[in-house]
């Protein structure tokens, strides 16, 4: 059974950074992609980053380059996202997810961006 389980979000200031962790388990994590997605009230999933299985091949949006950077750690099992320069409209519930679809997420972590 897939479990992912995200923490690290919470209240930060504009041009503040945050880094979010997904420990993973369920699955064998060093043979999939994965993926950080986001919601903000009323829009649907915002694909955010995706990773390789081994972490050599990373995409993000545009929206984001730049400013997060995806990683994992395969002998622990758990996925990050670090983001930096935030601003007011990253705001959103962050998920992580297994491979590049959203079937497969966690509960979410909230990020709030305000002054």
């Known amino acids: 059974q897939v479990r992912l389980v995200e923490s690290g979000g919470g209240l930060v200031k504009p041009g503040g950074s945050l880094r979010l962790s997904c420990a993973a388990s369920?699955?064998?994590?060093?043979?999939?992609?994965m993926s950080w997605f986001r919601q903000t009230p009323g829009k649907g999933l915002e694909w955010v980053s995706s990773?390789?299985?081994?972490?050599?091949?990373?995409g993000s949006a545009d929206s984001v380059r730049g400013r997060f950077t995806i990683s994992r750690d395969n002998a622990k099992n758990t996925l990050y996202l670090q983001m930096n320069s935030l601003k007011s409209e990253d705001t959103a519930v962050y998920y992580c997810?297994?491979?590049?679809?959203?079937?497969?997420r966690g509960q979410g972590t909230q990020v709030t961006v305000a002054s």
């Open positions: 369920g699955f064998t994590f060093r043979n999939y992609y």
């Open positions: 990773i390789n299985s081994d972490g050599s091949i990373t």
């Open positions: 997810a297994k491979d590049r679809g959203t079937e497969n």
